[in-house]
């Protein structure tokens, strides 16, 4: 990967911020995602009922996965600065993503461009910046293990 020690430590200080309050800020996440996207909906059986943001909002389900949406993402997020940590993540996650729930990787794109507004809007331009690297090293590398994965 190619992330600079300057790079890690913007990165790691972008996400601190956010990982603070990742409880709320993934539910942020996926809600937006929902309604923006409602067909990304289709994946989570449980989310269907829901129609409303408020509905989603409130729901422990949602929350629960908001979190732990966040909370990988924080895992990924301490290993930059070792790559084989990283991949040790981020491939089977994906490759769970693309064989056993079959959901589209361009869910990823779209989650990851959500949480970079959600930085932008809640901690400023910087945030979003210093944070924009690891999104795209994050949707690199599980296409790359979707296409292993046989998509």
């Known amino acids: 990967m190619a ?3 300057a790079d890690v430590q913007r990165a790691r200080g972008a996400w601190e911020k956010m990982y603070a309050n990742a409880e709320d800020n993934g539910t942020t996440v996926l809600v937006r ?8 909906k289709s994946y989570f059986t449980h989310f269907k009922g829901m129609g409303t943001a408020e509905e989603m909002e409130q729901s422990d389900q ?9 909370t990988t993402i924080n895992d990924l997020v301490q290993h930059l600065d070792s790559t084989d940590a ?14 056993q729930l079959k ?4 869910n990823f794109r779209i989650i990851c461009d959500i949480i970079l507004q959600l930085m932008e809007e809640k901690y400023g331009g910087d945030c ?12 690199t590398r599980l296409n790359n293990a ?6």
């Open 62 to 70: 949602v929350r629960s996965h908001g979190k732990r949406v966040l």
């Open 3 to 5: 992330f600079s020690e």
């Open 128 to 139: 979003k910046a210093s944070f924009e690297k690891v999104t795209n090293e994050i949707c």
């Open 86 to 99: 990283f991949l040790g993540i981020v491939n089977p996650l994906g490759k769970k993503h693309a064989v």
């Open 33 to 40: 995602m929902f309604t923006e996207h409602p067909d990304t």
């Open 146 to 151: 979707y296409k292993e994965a046989g998509w």
């Open 103 to 106: 959901v589209d990787p361009k």
